[in-house]
T-cell receptor, first 114, second 113 residues
Framework: NAGVTQTPKFRVLKTGQSMTLLCAQD?????MYWYRQDPGMGLRLIHY???????AKGEVPDGYNVSRLKKQNFLLGLESAAPSQTSVYFC?????????????FGDGTRLSIL | DAKTTQPPSMDCAEGRAANLPCNHS???????VYWYRQIHSQGPQYIIH???NNETNEMASLIITEDRKSSTLILPHATLRDTAVYYC??????????????FGRGTQLTVWP
């Protein structure tokens, strides 16, 4: 029972490089979310998706793009990485039509931009 | 914006009950109160949620005041493994937020032997 799986777990990039973070869930959830967490802070929403083929901006979307080509996967892309994007990134998923049900989180991707 | 207020830190002796308070004075009628915790370096873990009645599960109990402006998470017999940051979240249902969670800074609970 994997739940929400994030890859990679760690990555170091140089400024200006690009990369994609992958989130996969096996619970058939409609909703998926990408958050970032900086030291001493709570999580902040970057982008989210309410279903396959749809995405929307969260609180801090600048510098990121996302895609939801398959229901089970939600990709977060950094086109030109900047040191300010050094953070821990968490993916979460949740059930459609059940707004009072909890979100399930992955264990995070730790990203450092040099 | 986070809609809750929590103390930044608390501690508790192992085996005793840990009572974590949360203020959410602007909560609206259809908003649920959620509690998550985050153990160092891991993803947030769901604990419990409620609307207006008290709730209990295998992890914790949630006590919500009658006016719903505050709540308390109770870990009945805290263990060292309960040391974590605990987040109280009021889920915002306005517009198209669709289950988005607004995290504040939470309460760092330290359980000591």
């Amino acid at each position: 029972n994997a739940g929400v799986t994030q890859t990679p777990k760690f990555r170091v990039l140089k400024t200006g490089q690009s990369m994609t973070l992958l989130c996969a869930q096996d619970m058939n959830h409609e909703y998926m979310y990408w958050y970032r967490q900086d030291p001493g802070m709570g999580l902040r929403l970057i982008h989210y998706s309410v279903g396959e083929g749809t995405t929307a901006k969260g609180e801090v979307p600048d510098g990121y793009n996302v895609s939801r080509l398959k229901k089970q996967n939600f990709l977060l892309g950094l086109e030109s990485a900047a040191p300010s994007q050094t953070s821990v990134y968490f993916c979460a998923s949740g059930d459609r039509g059940l707004p009072n049900q909890p979100q399930h989180f992955g264990d995070g991707t730790r990203l450092s931009i040099l | 914006d986070a809609k809750t207020t929590q103390p930044p830190s608390m501690d508790c002796a192992e085996g005793r009950a840990a009572n974590l308070p949360c203020n959410h004075s602007t909560i609206s009628g259809n908003e649920y109160v959620y509690w998550y915790r985050q153990i160092h370096s891991q993803g947030p873990q769901y604990i419990i949620h409620g609307l207006k009645n008290n709730e209990t599960n295998e992890m914790a109990s949630l006590i919500i005041t009658e006016d719903r402006k505050s709540s308390t998470l109770i870990l009945p017999h805290a263990t060292l493994r309960d040391t974590a940051v605990y987040y109280c979240i009021v889920r915002d249902d306005r517009g198209s937020t669709l289950g988005r969670l607004y995290f504040g800074r939470g309460t760092q609970l330290t359980v000591w032997p």
